[in-house]
């Protein structure tokens, strides 16, 4: 089982939100984790868009929007990326990250479409 | 702001040894830890390694232990990744990032394996 599971692909609407989720192997508590999301467009690298682990300690990324923010569920121990009032131009792959074990780990990333 | 730009793209023989550069600017290589991620043709992010501060040392992937070897020329802030025993699977867009947030990427090197 992949240390961190992302779904392969999410659609929103324009001025909706979006909740991407990051799933973290079972025995492997969020709750003592940052979870790093990265945004990435074709042919471009990753853009690092934000860090969370609670809420006295996050991180929003150099000139990222508002409308990005971080959050957990404990009870499905994920991390989760919220994207408010989508535009157009967040259509694009997202990835999470942890620092596991002294080693990064990338979940698979979710393709999201705004359409 | 700190900028790192990445030498061109390559194409290697299986068996064959490639070596990336990323020159640091905005910041010396010394305030930084460089790490190095890759991405294959239509896949996700794969991180495989990089310096701790904490430990004073390059700690590298399991999967690409004995293959890799990272290095760094502090006298031109440039960093460099050697990838030994080329195969095909090596085939990838090859960054270097830095810091534990991965806030800064560079703009990527393709590294093409073909006989």
């Known amino acids: 089982q992949a240390v961190l599971t992302q779904p392969s692909s999410l659609s929103a609407s324009p001025g909706a939100s979006a909740s991407l989720t990051c799933t973290l192997r079972?025995?492997?508590?969020?709750?003592?984790?940052?979870i790093y999301w990265y945004q990435q467009k074709p042919g471009s690298p990753p853009q690092y868009l934000l860090r969370?682990?609670?809420?006295?300690?996050?991180?929003?990324g150099s000139g990222v929007p508002s409308r990005f923010s971080g959050s957990k569920d404990a009870s499905a121990n994920a991390g989760i990326l919220l994207i408010s009032g989508l535009q157009s131009e967040d259509e694009a792959d997202y990835y999470c990250m942890i620092w596991h074990s002294s080693a990064s780990v990338f979940g698979g990333g979710t393709k999201l479409t705004v359409l | 702001q700190v900028q790192l730009v990445q030498s061109g793209a390559e194409v290697k023989k299986p068996g064959a040894s490639v070596k990336v550069s990323c020159k640091v600017s905005?910041?010396?290589?010394?305030?930084?830890?460089m790490h190095w991620v890759r991405q294959a043709p239509g896949k996700g992010l794969e991180w495989m390694g990089g310096f701790d501060p904490e430990d004073g040392e390059t700690i590298y992937a399991q999967k690409f232990q004995g293959r890799v070897t990272m290095t760094e020329d502090t006298s031109t802030d440039t960093a460099y990744m050697e990838l030994s025993s080329l195969r095909s699977e090596d085939t990838a867009v090859y960054y270097c990032?830095?810091?534990?947030?991965?806030?800064?990427w560079g703009q990527g090197t393709l590294v093409t394996v073909s006989s």
């Open positions: 990032a830095t810091d534990y947030n991965f806030d800064y």
């Open positions: 969370y682990k609670s809420d006295s300690d996050k991180q929003q």
């Open positions: 079972s025995g492997i508590n969020v709750g003592t984790y940052r």
């Open positions: 905005g910041y010396t290589l010394t305030e930084l830890s």
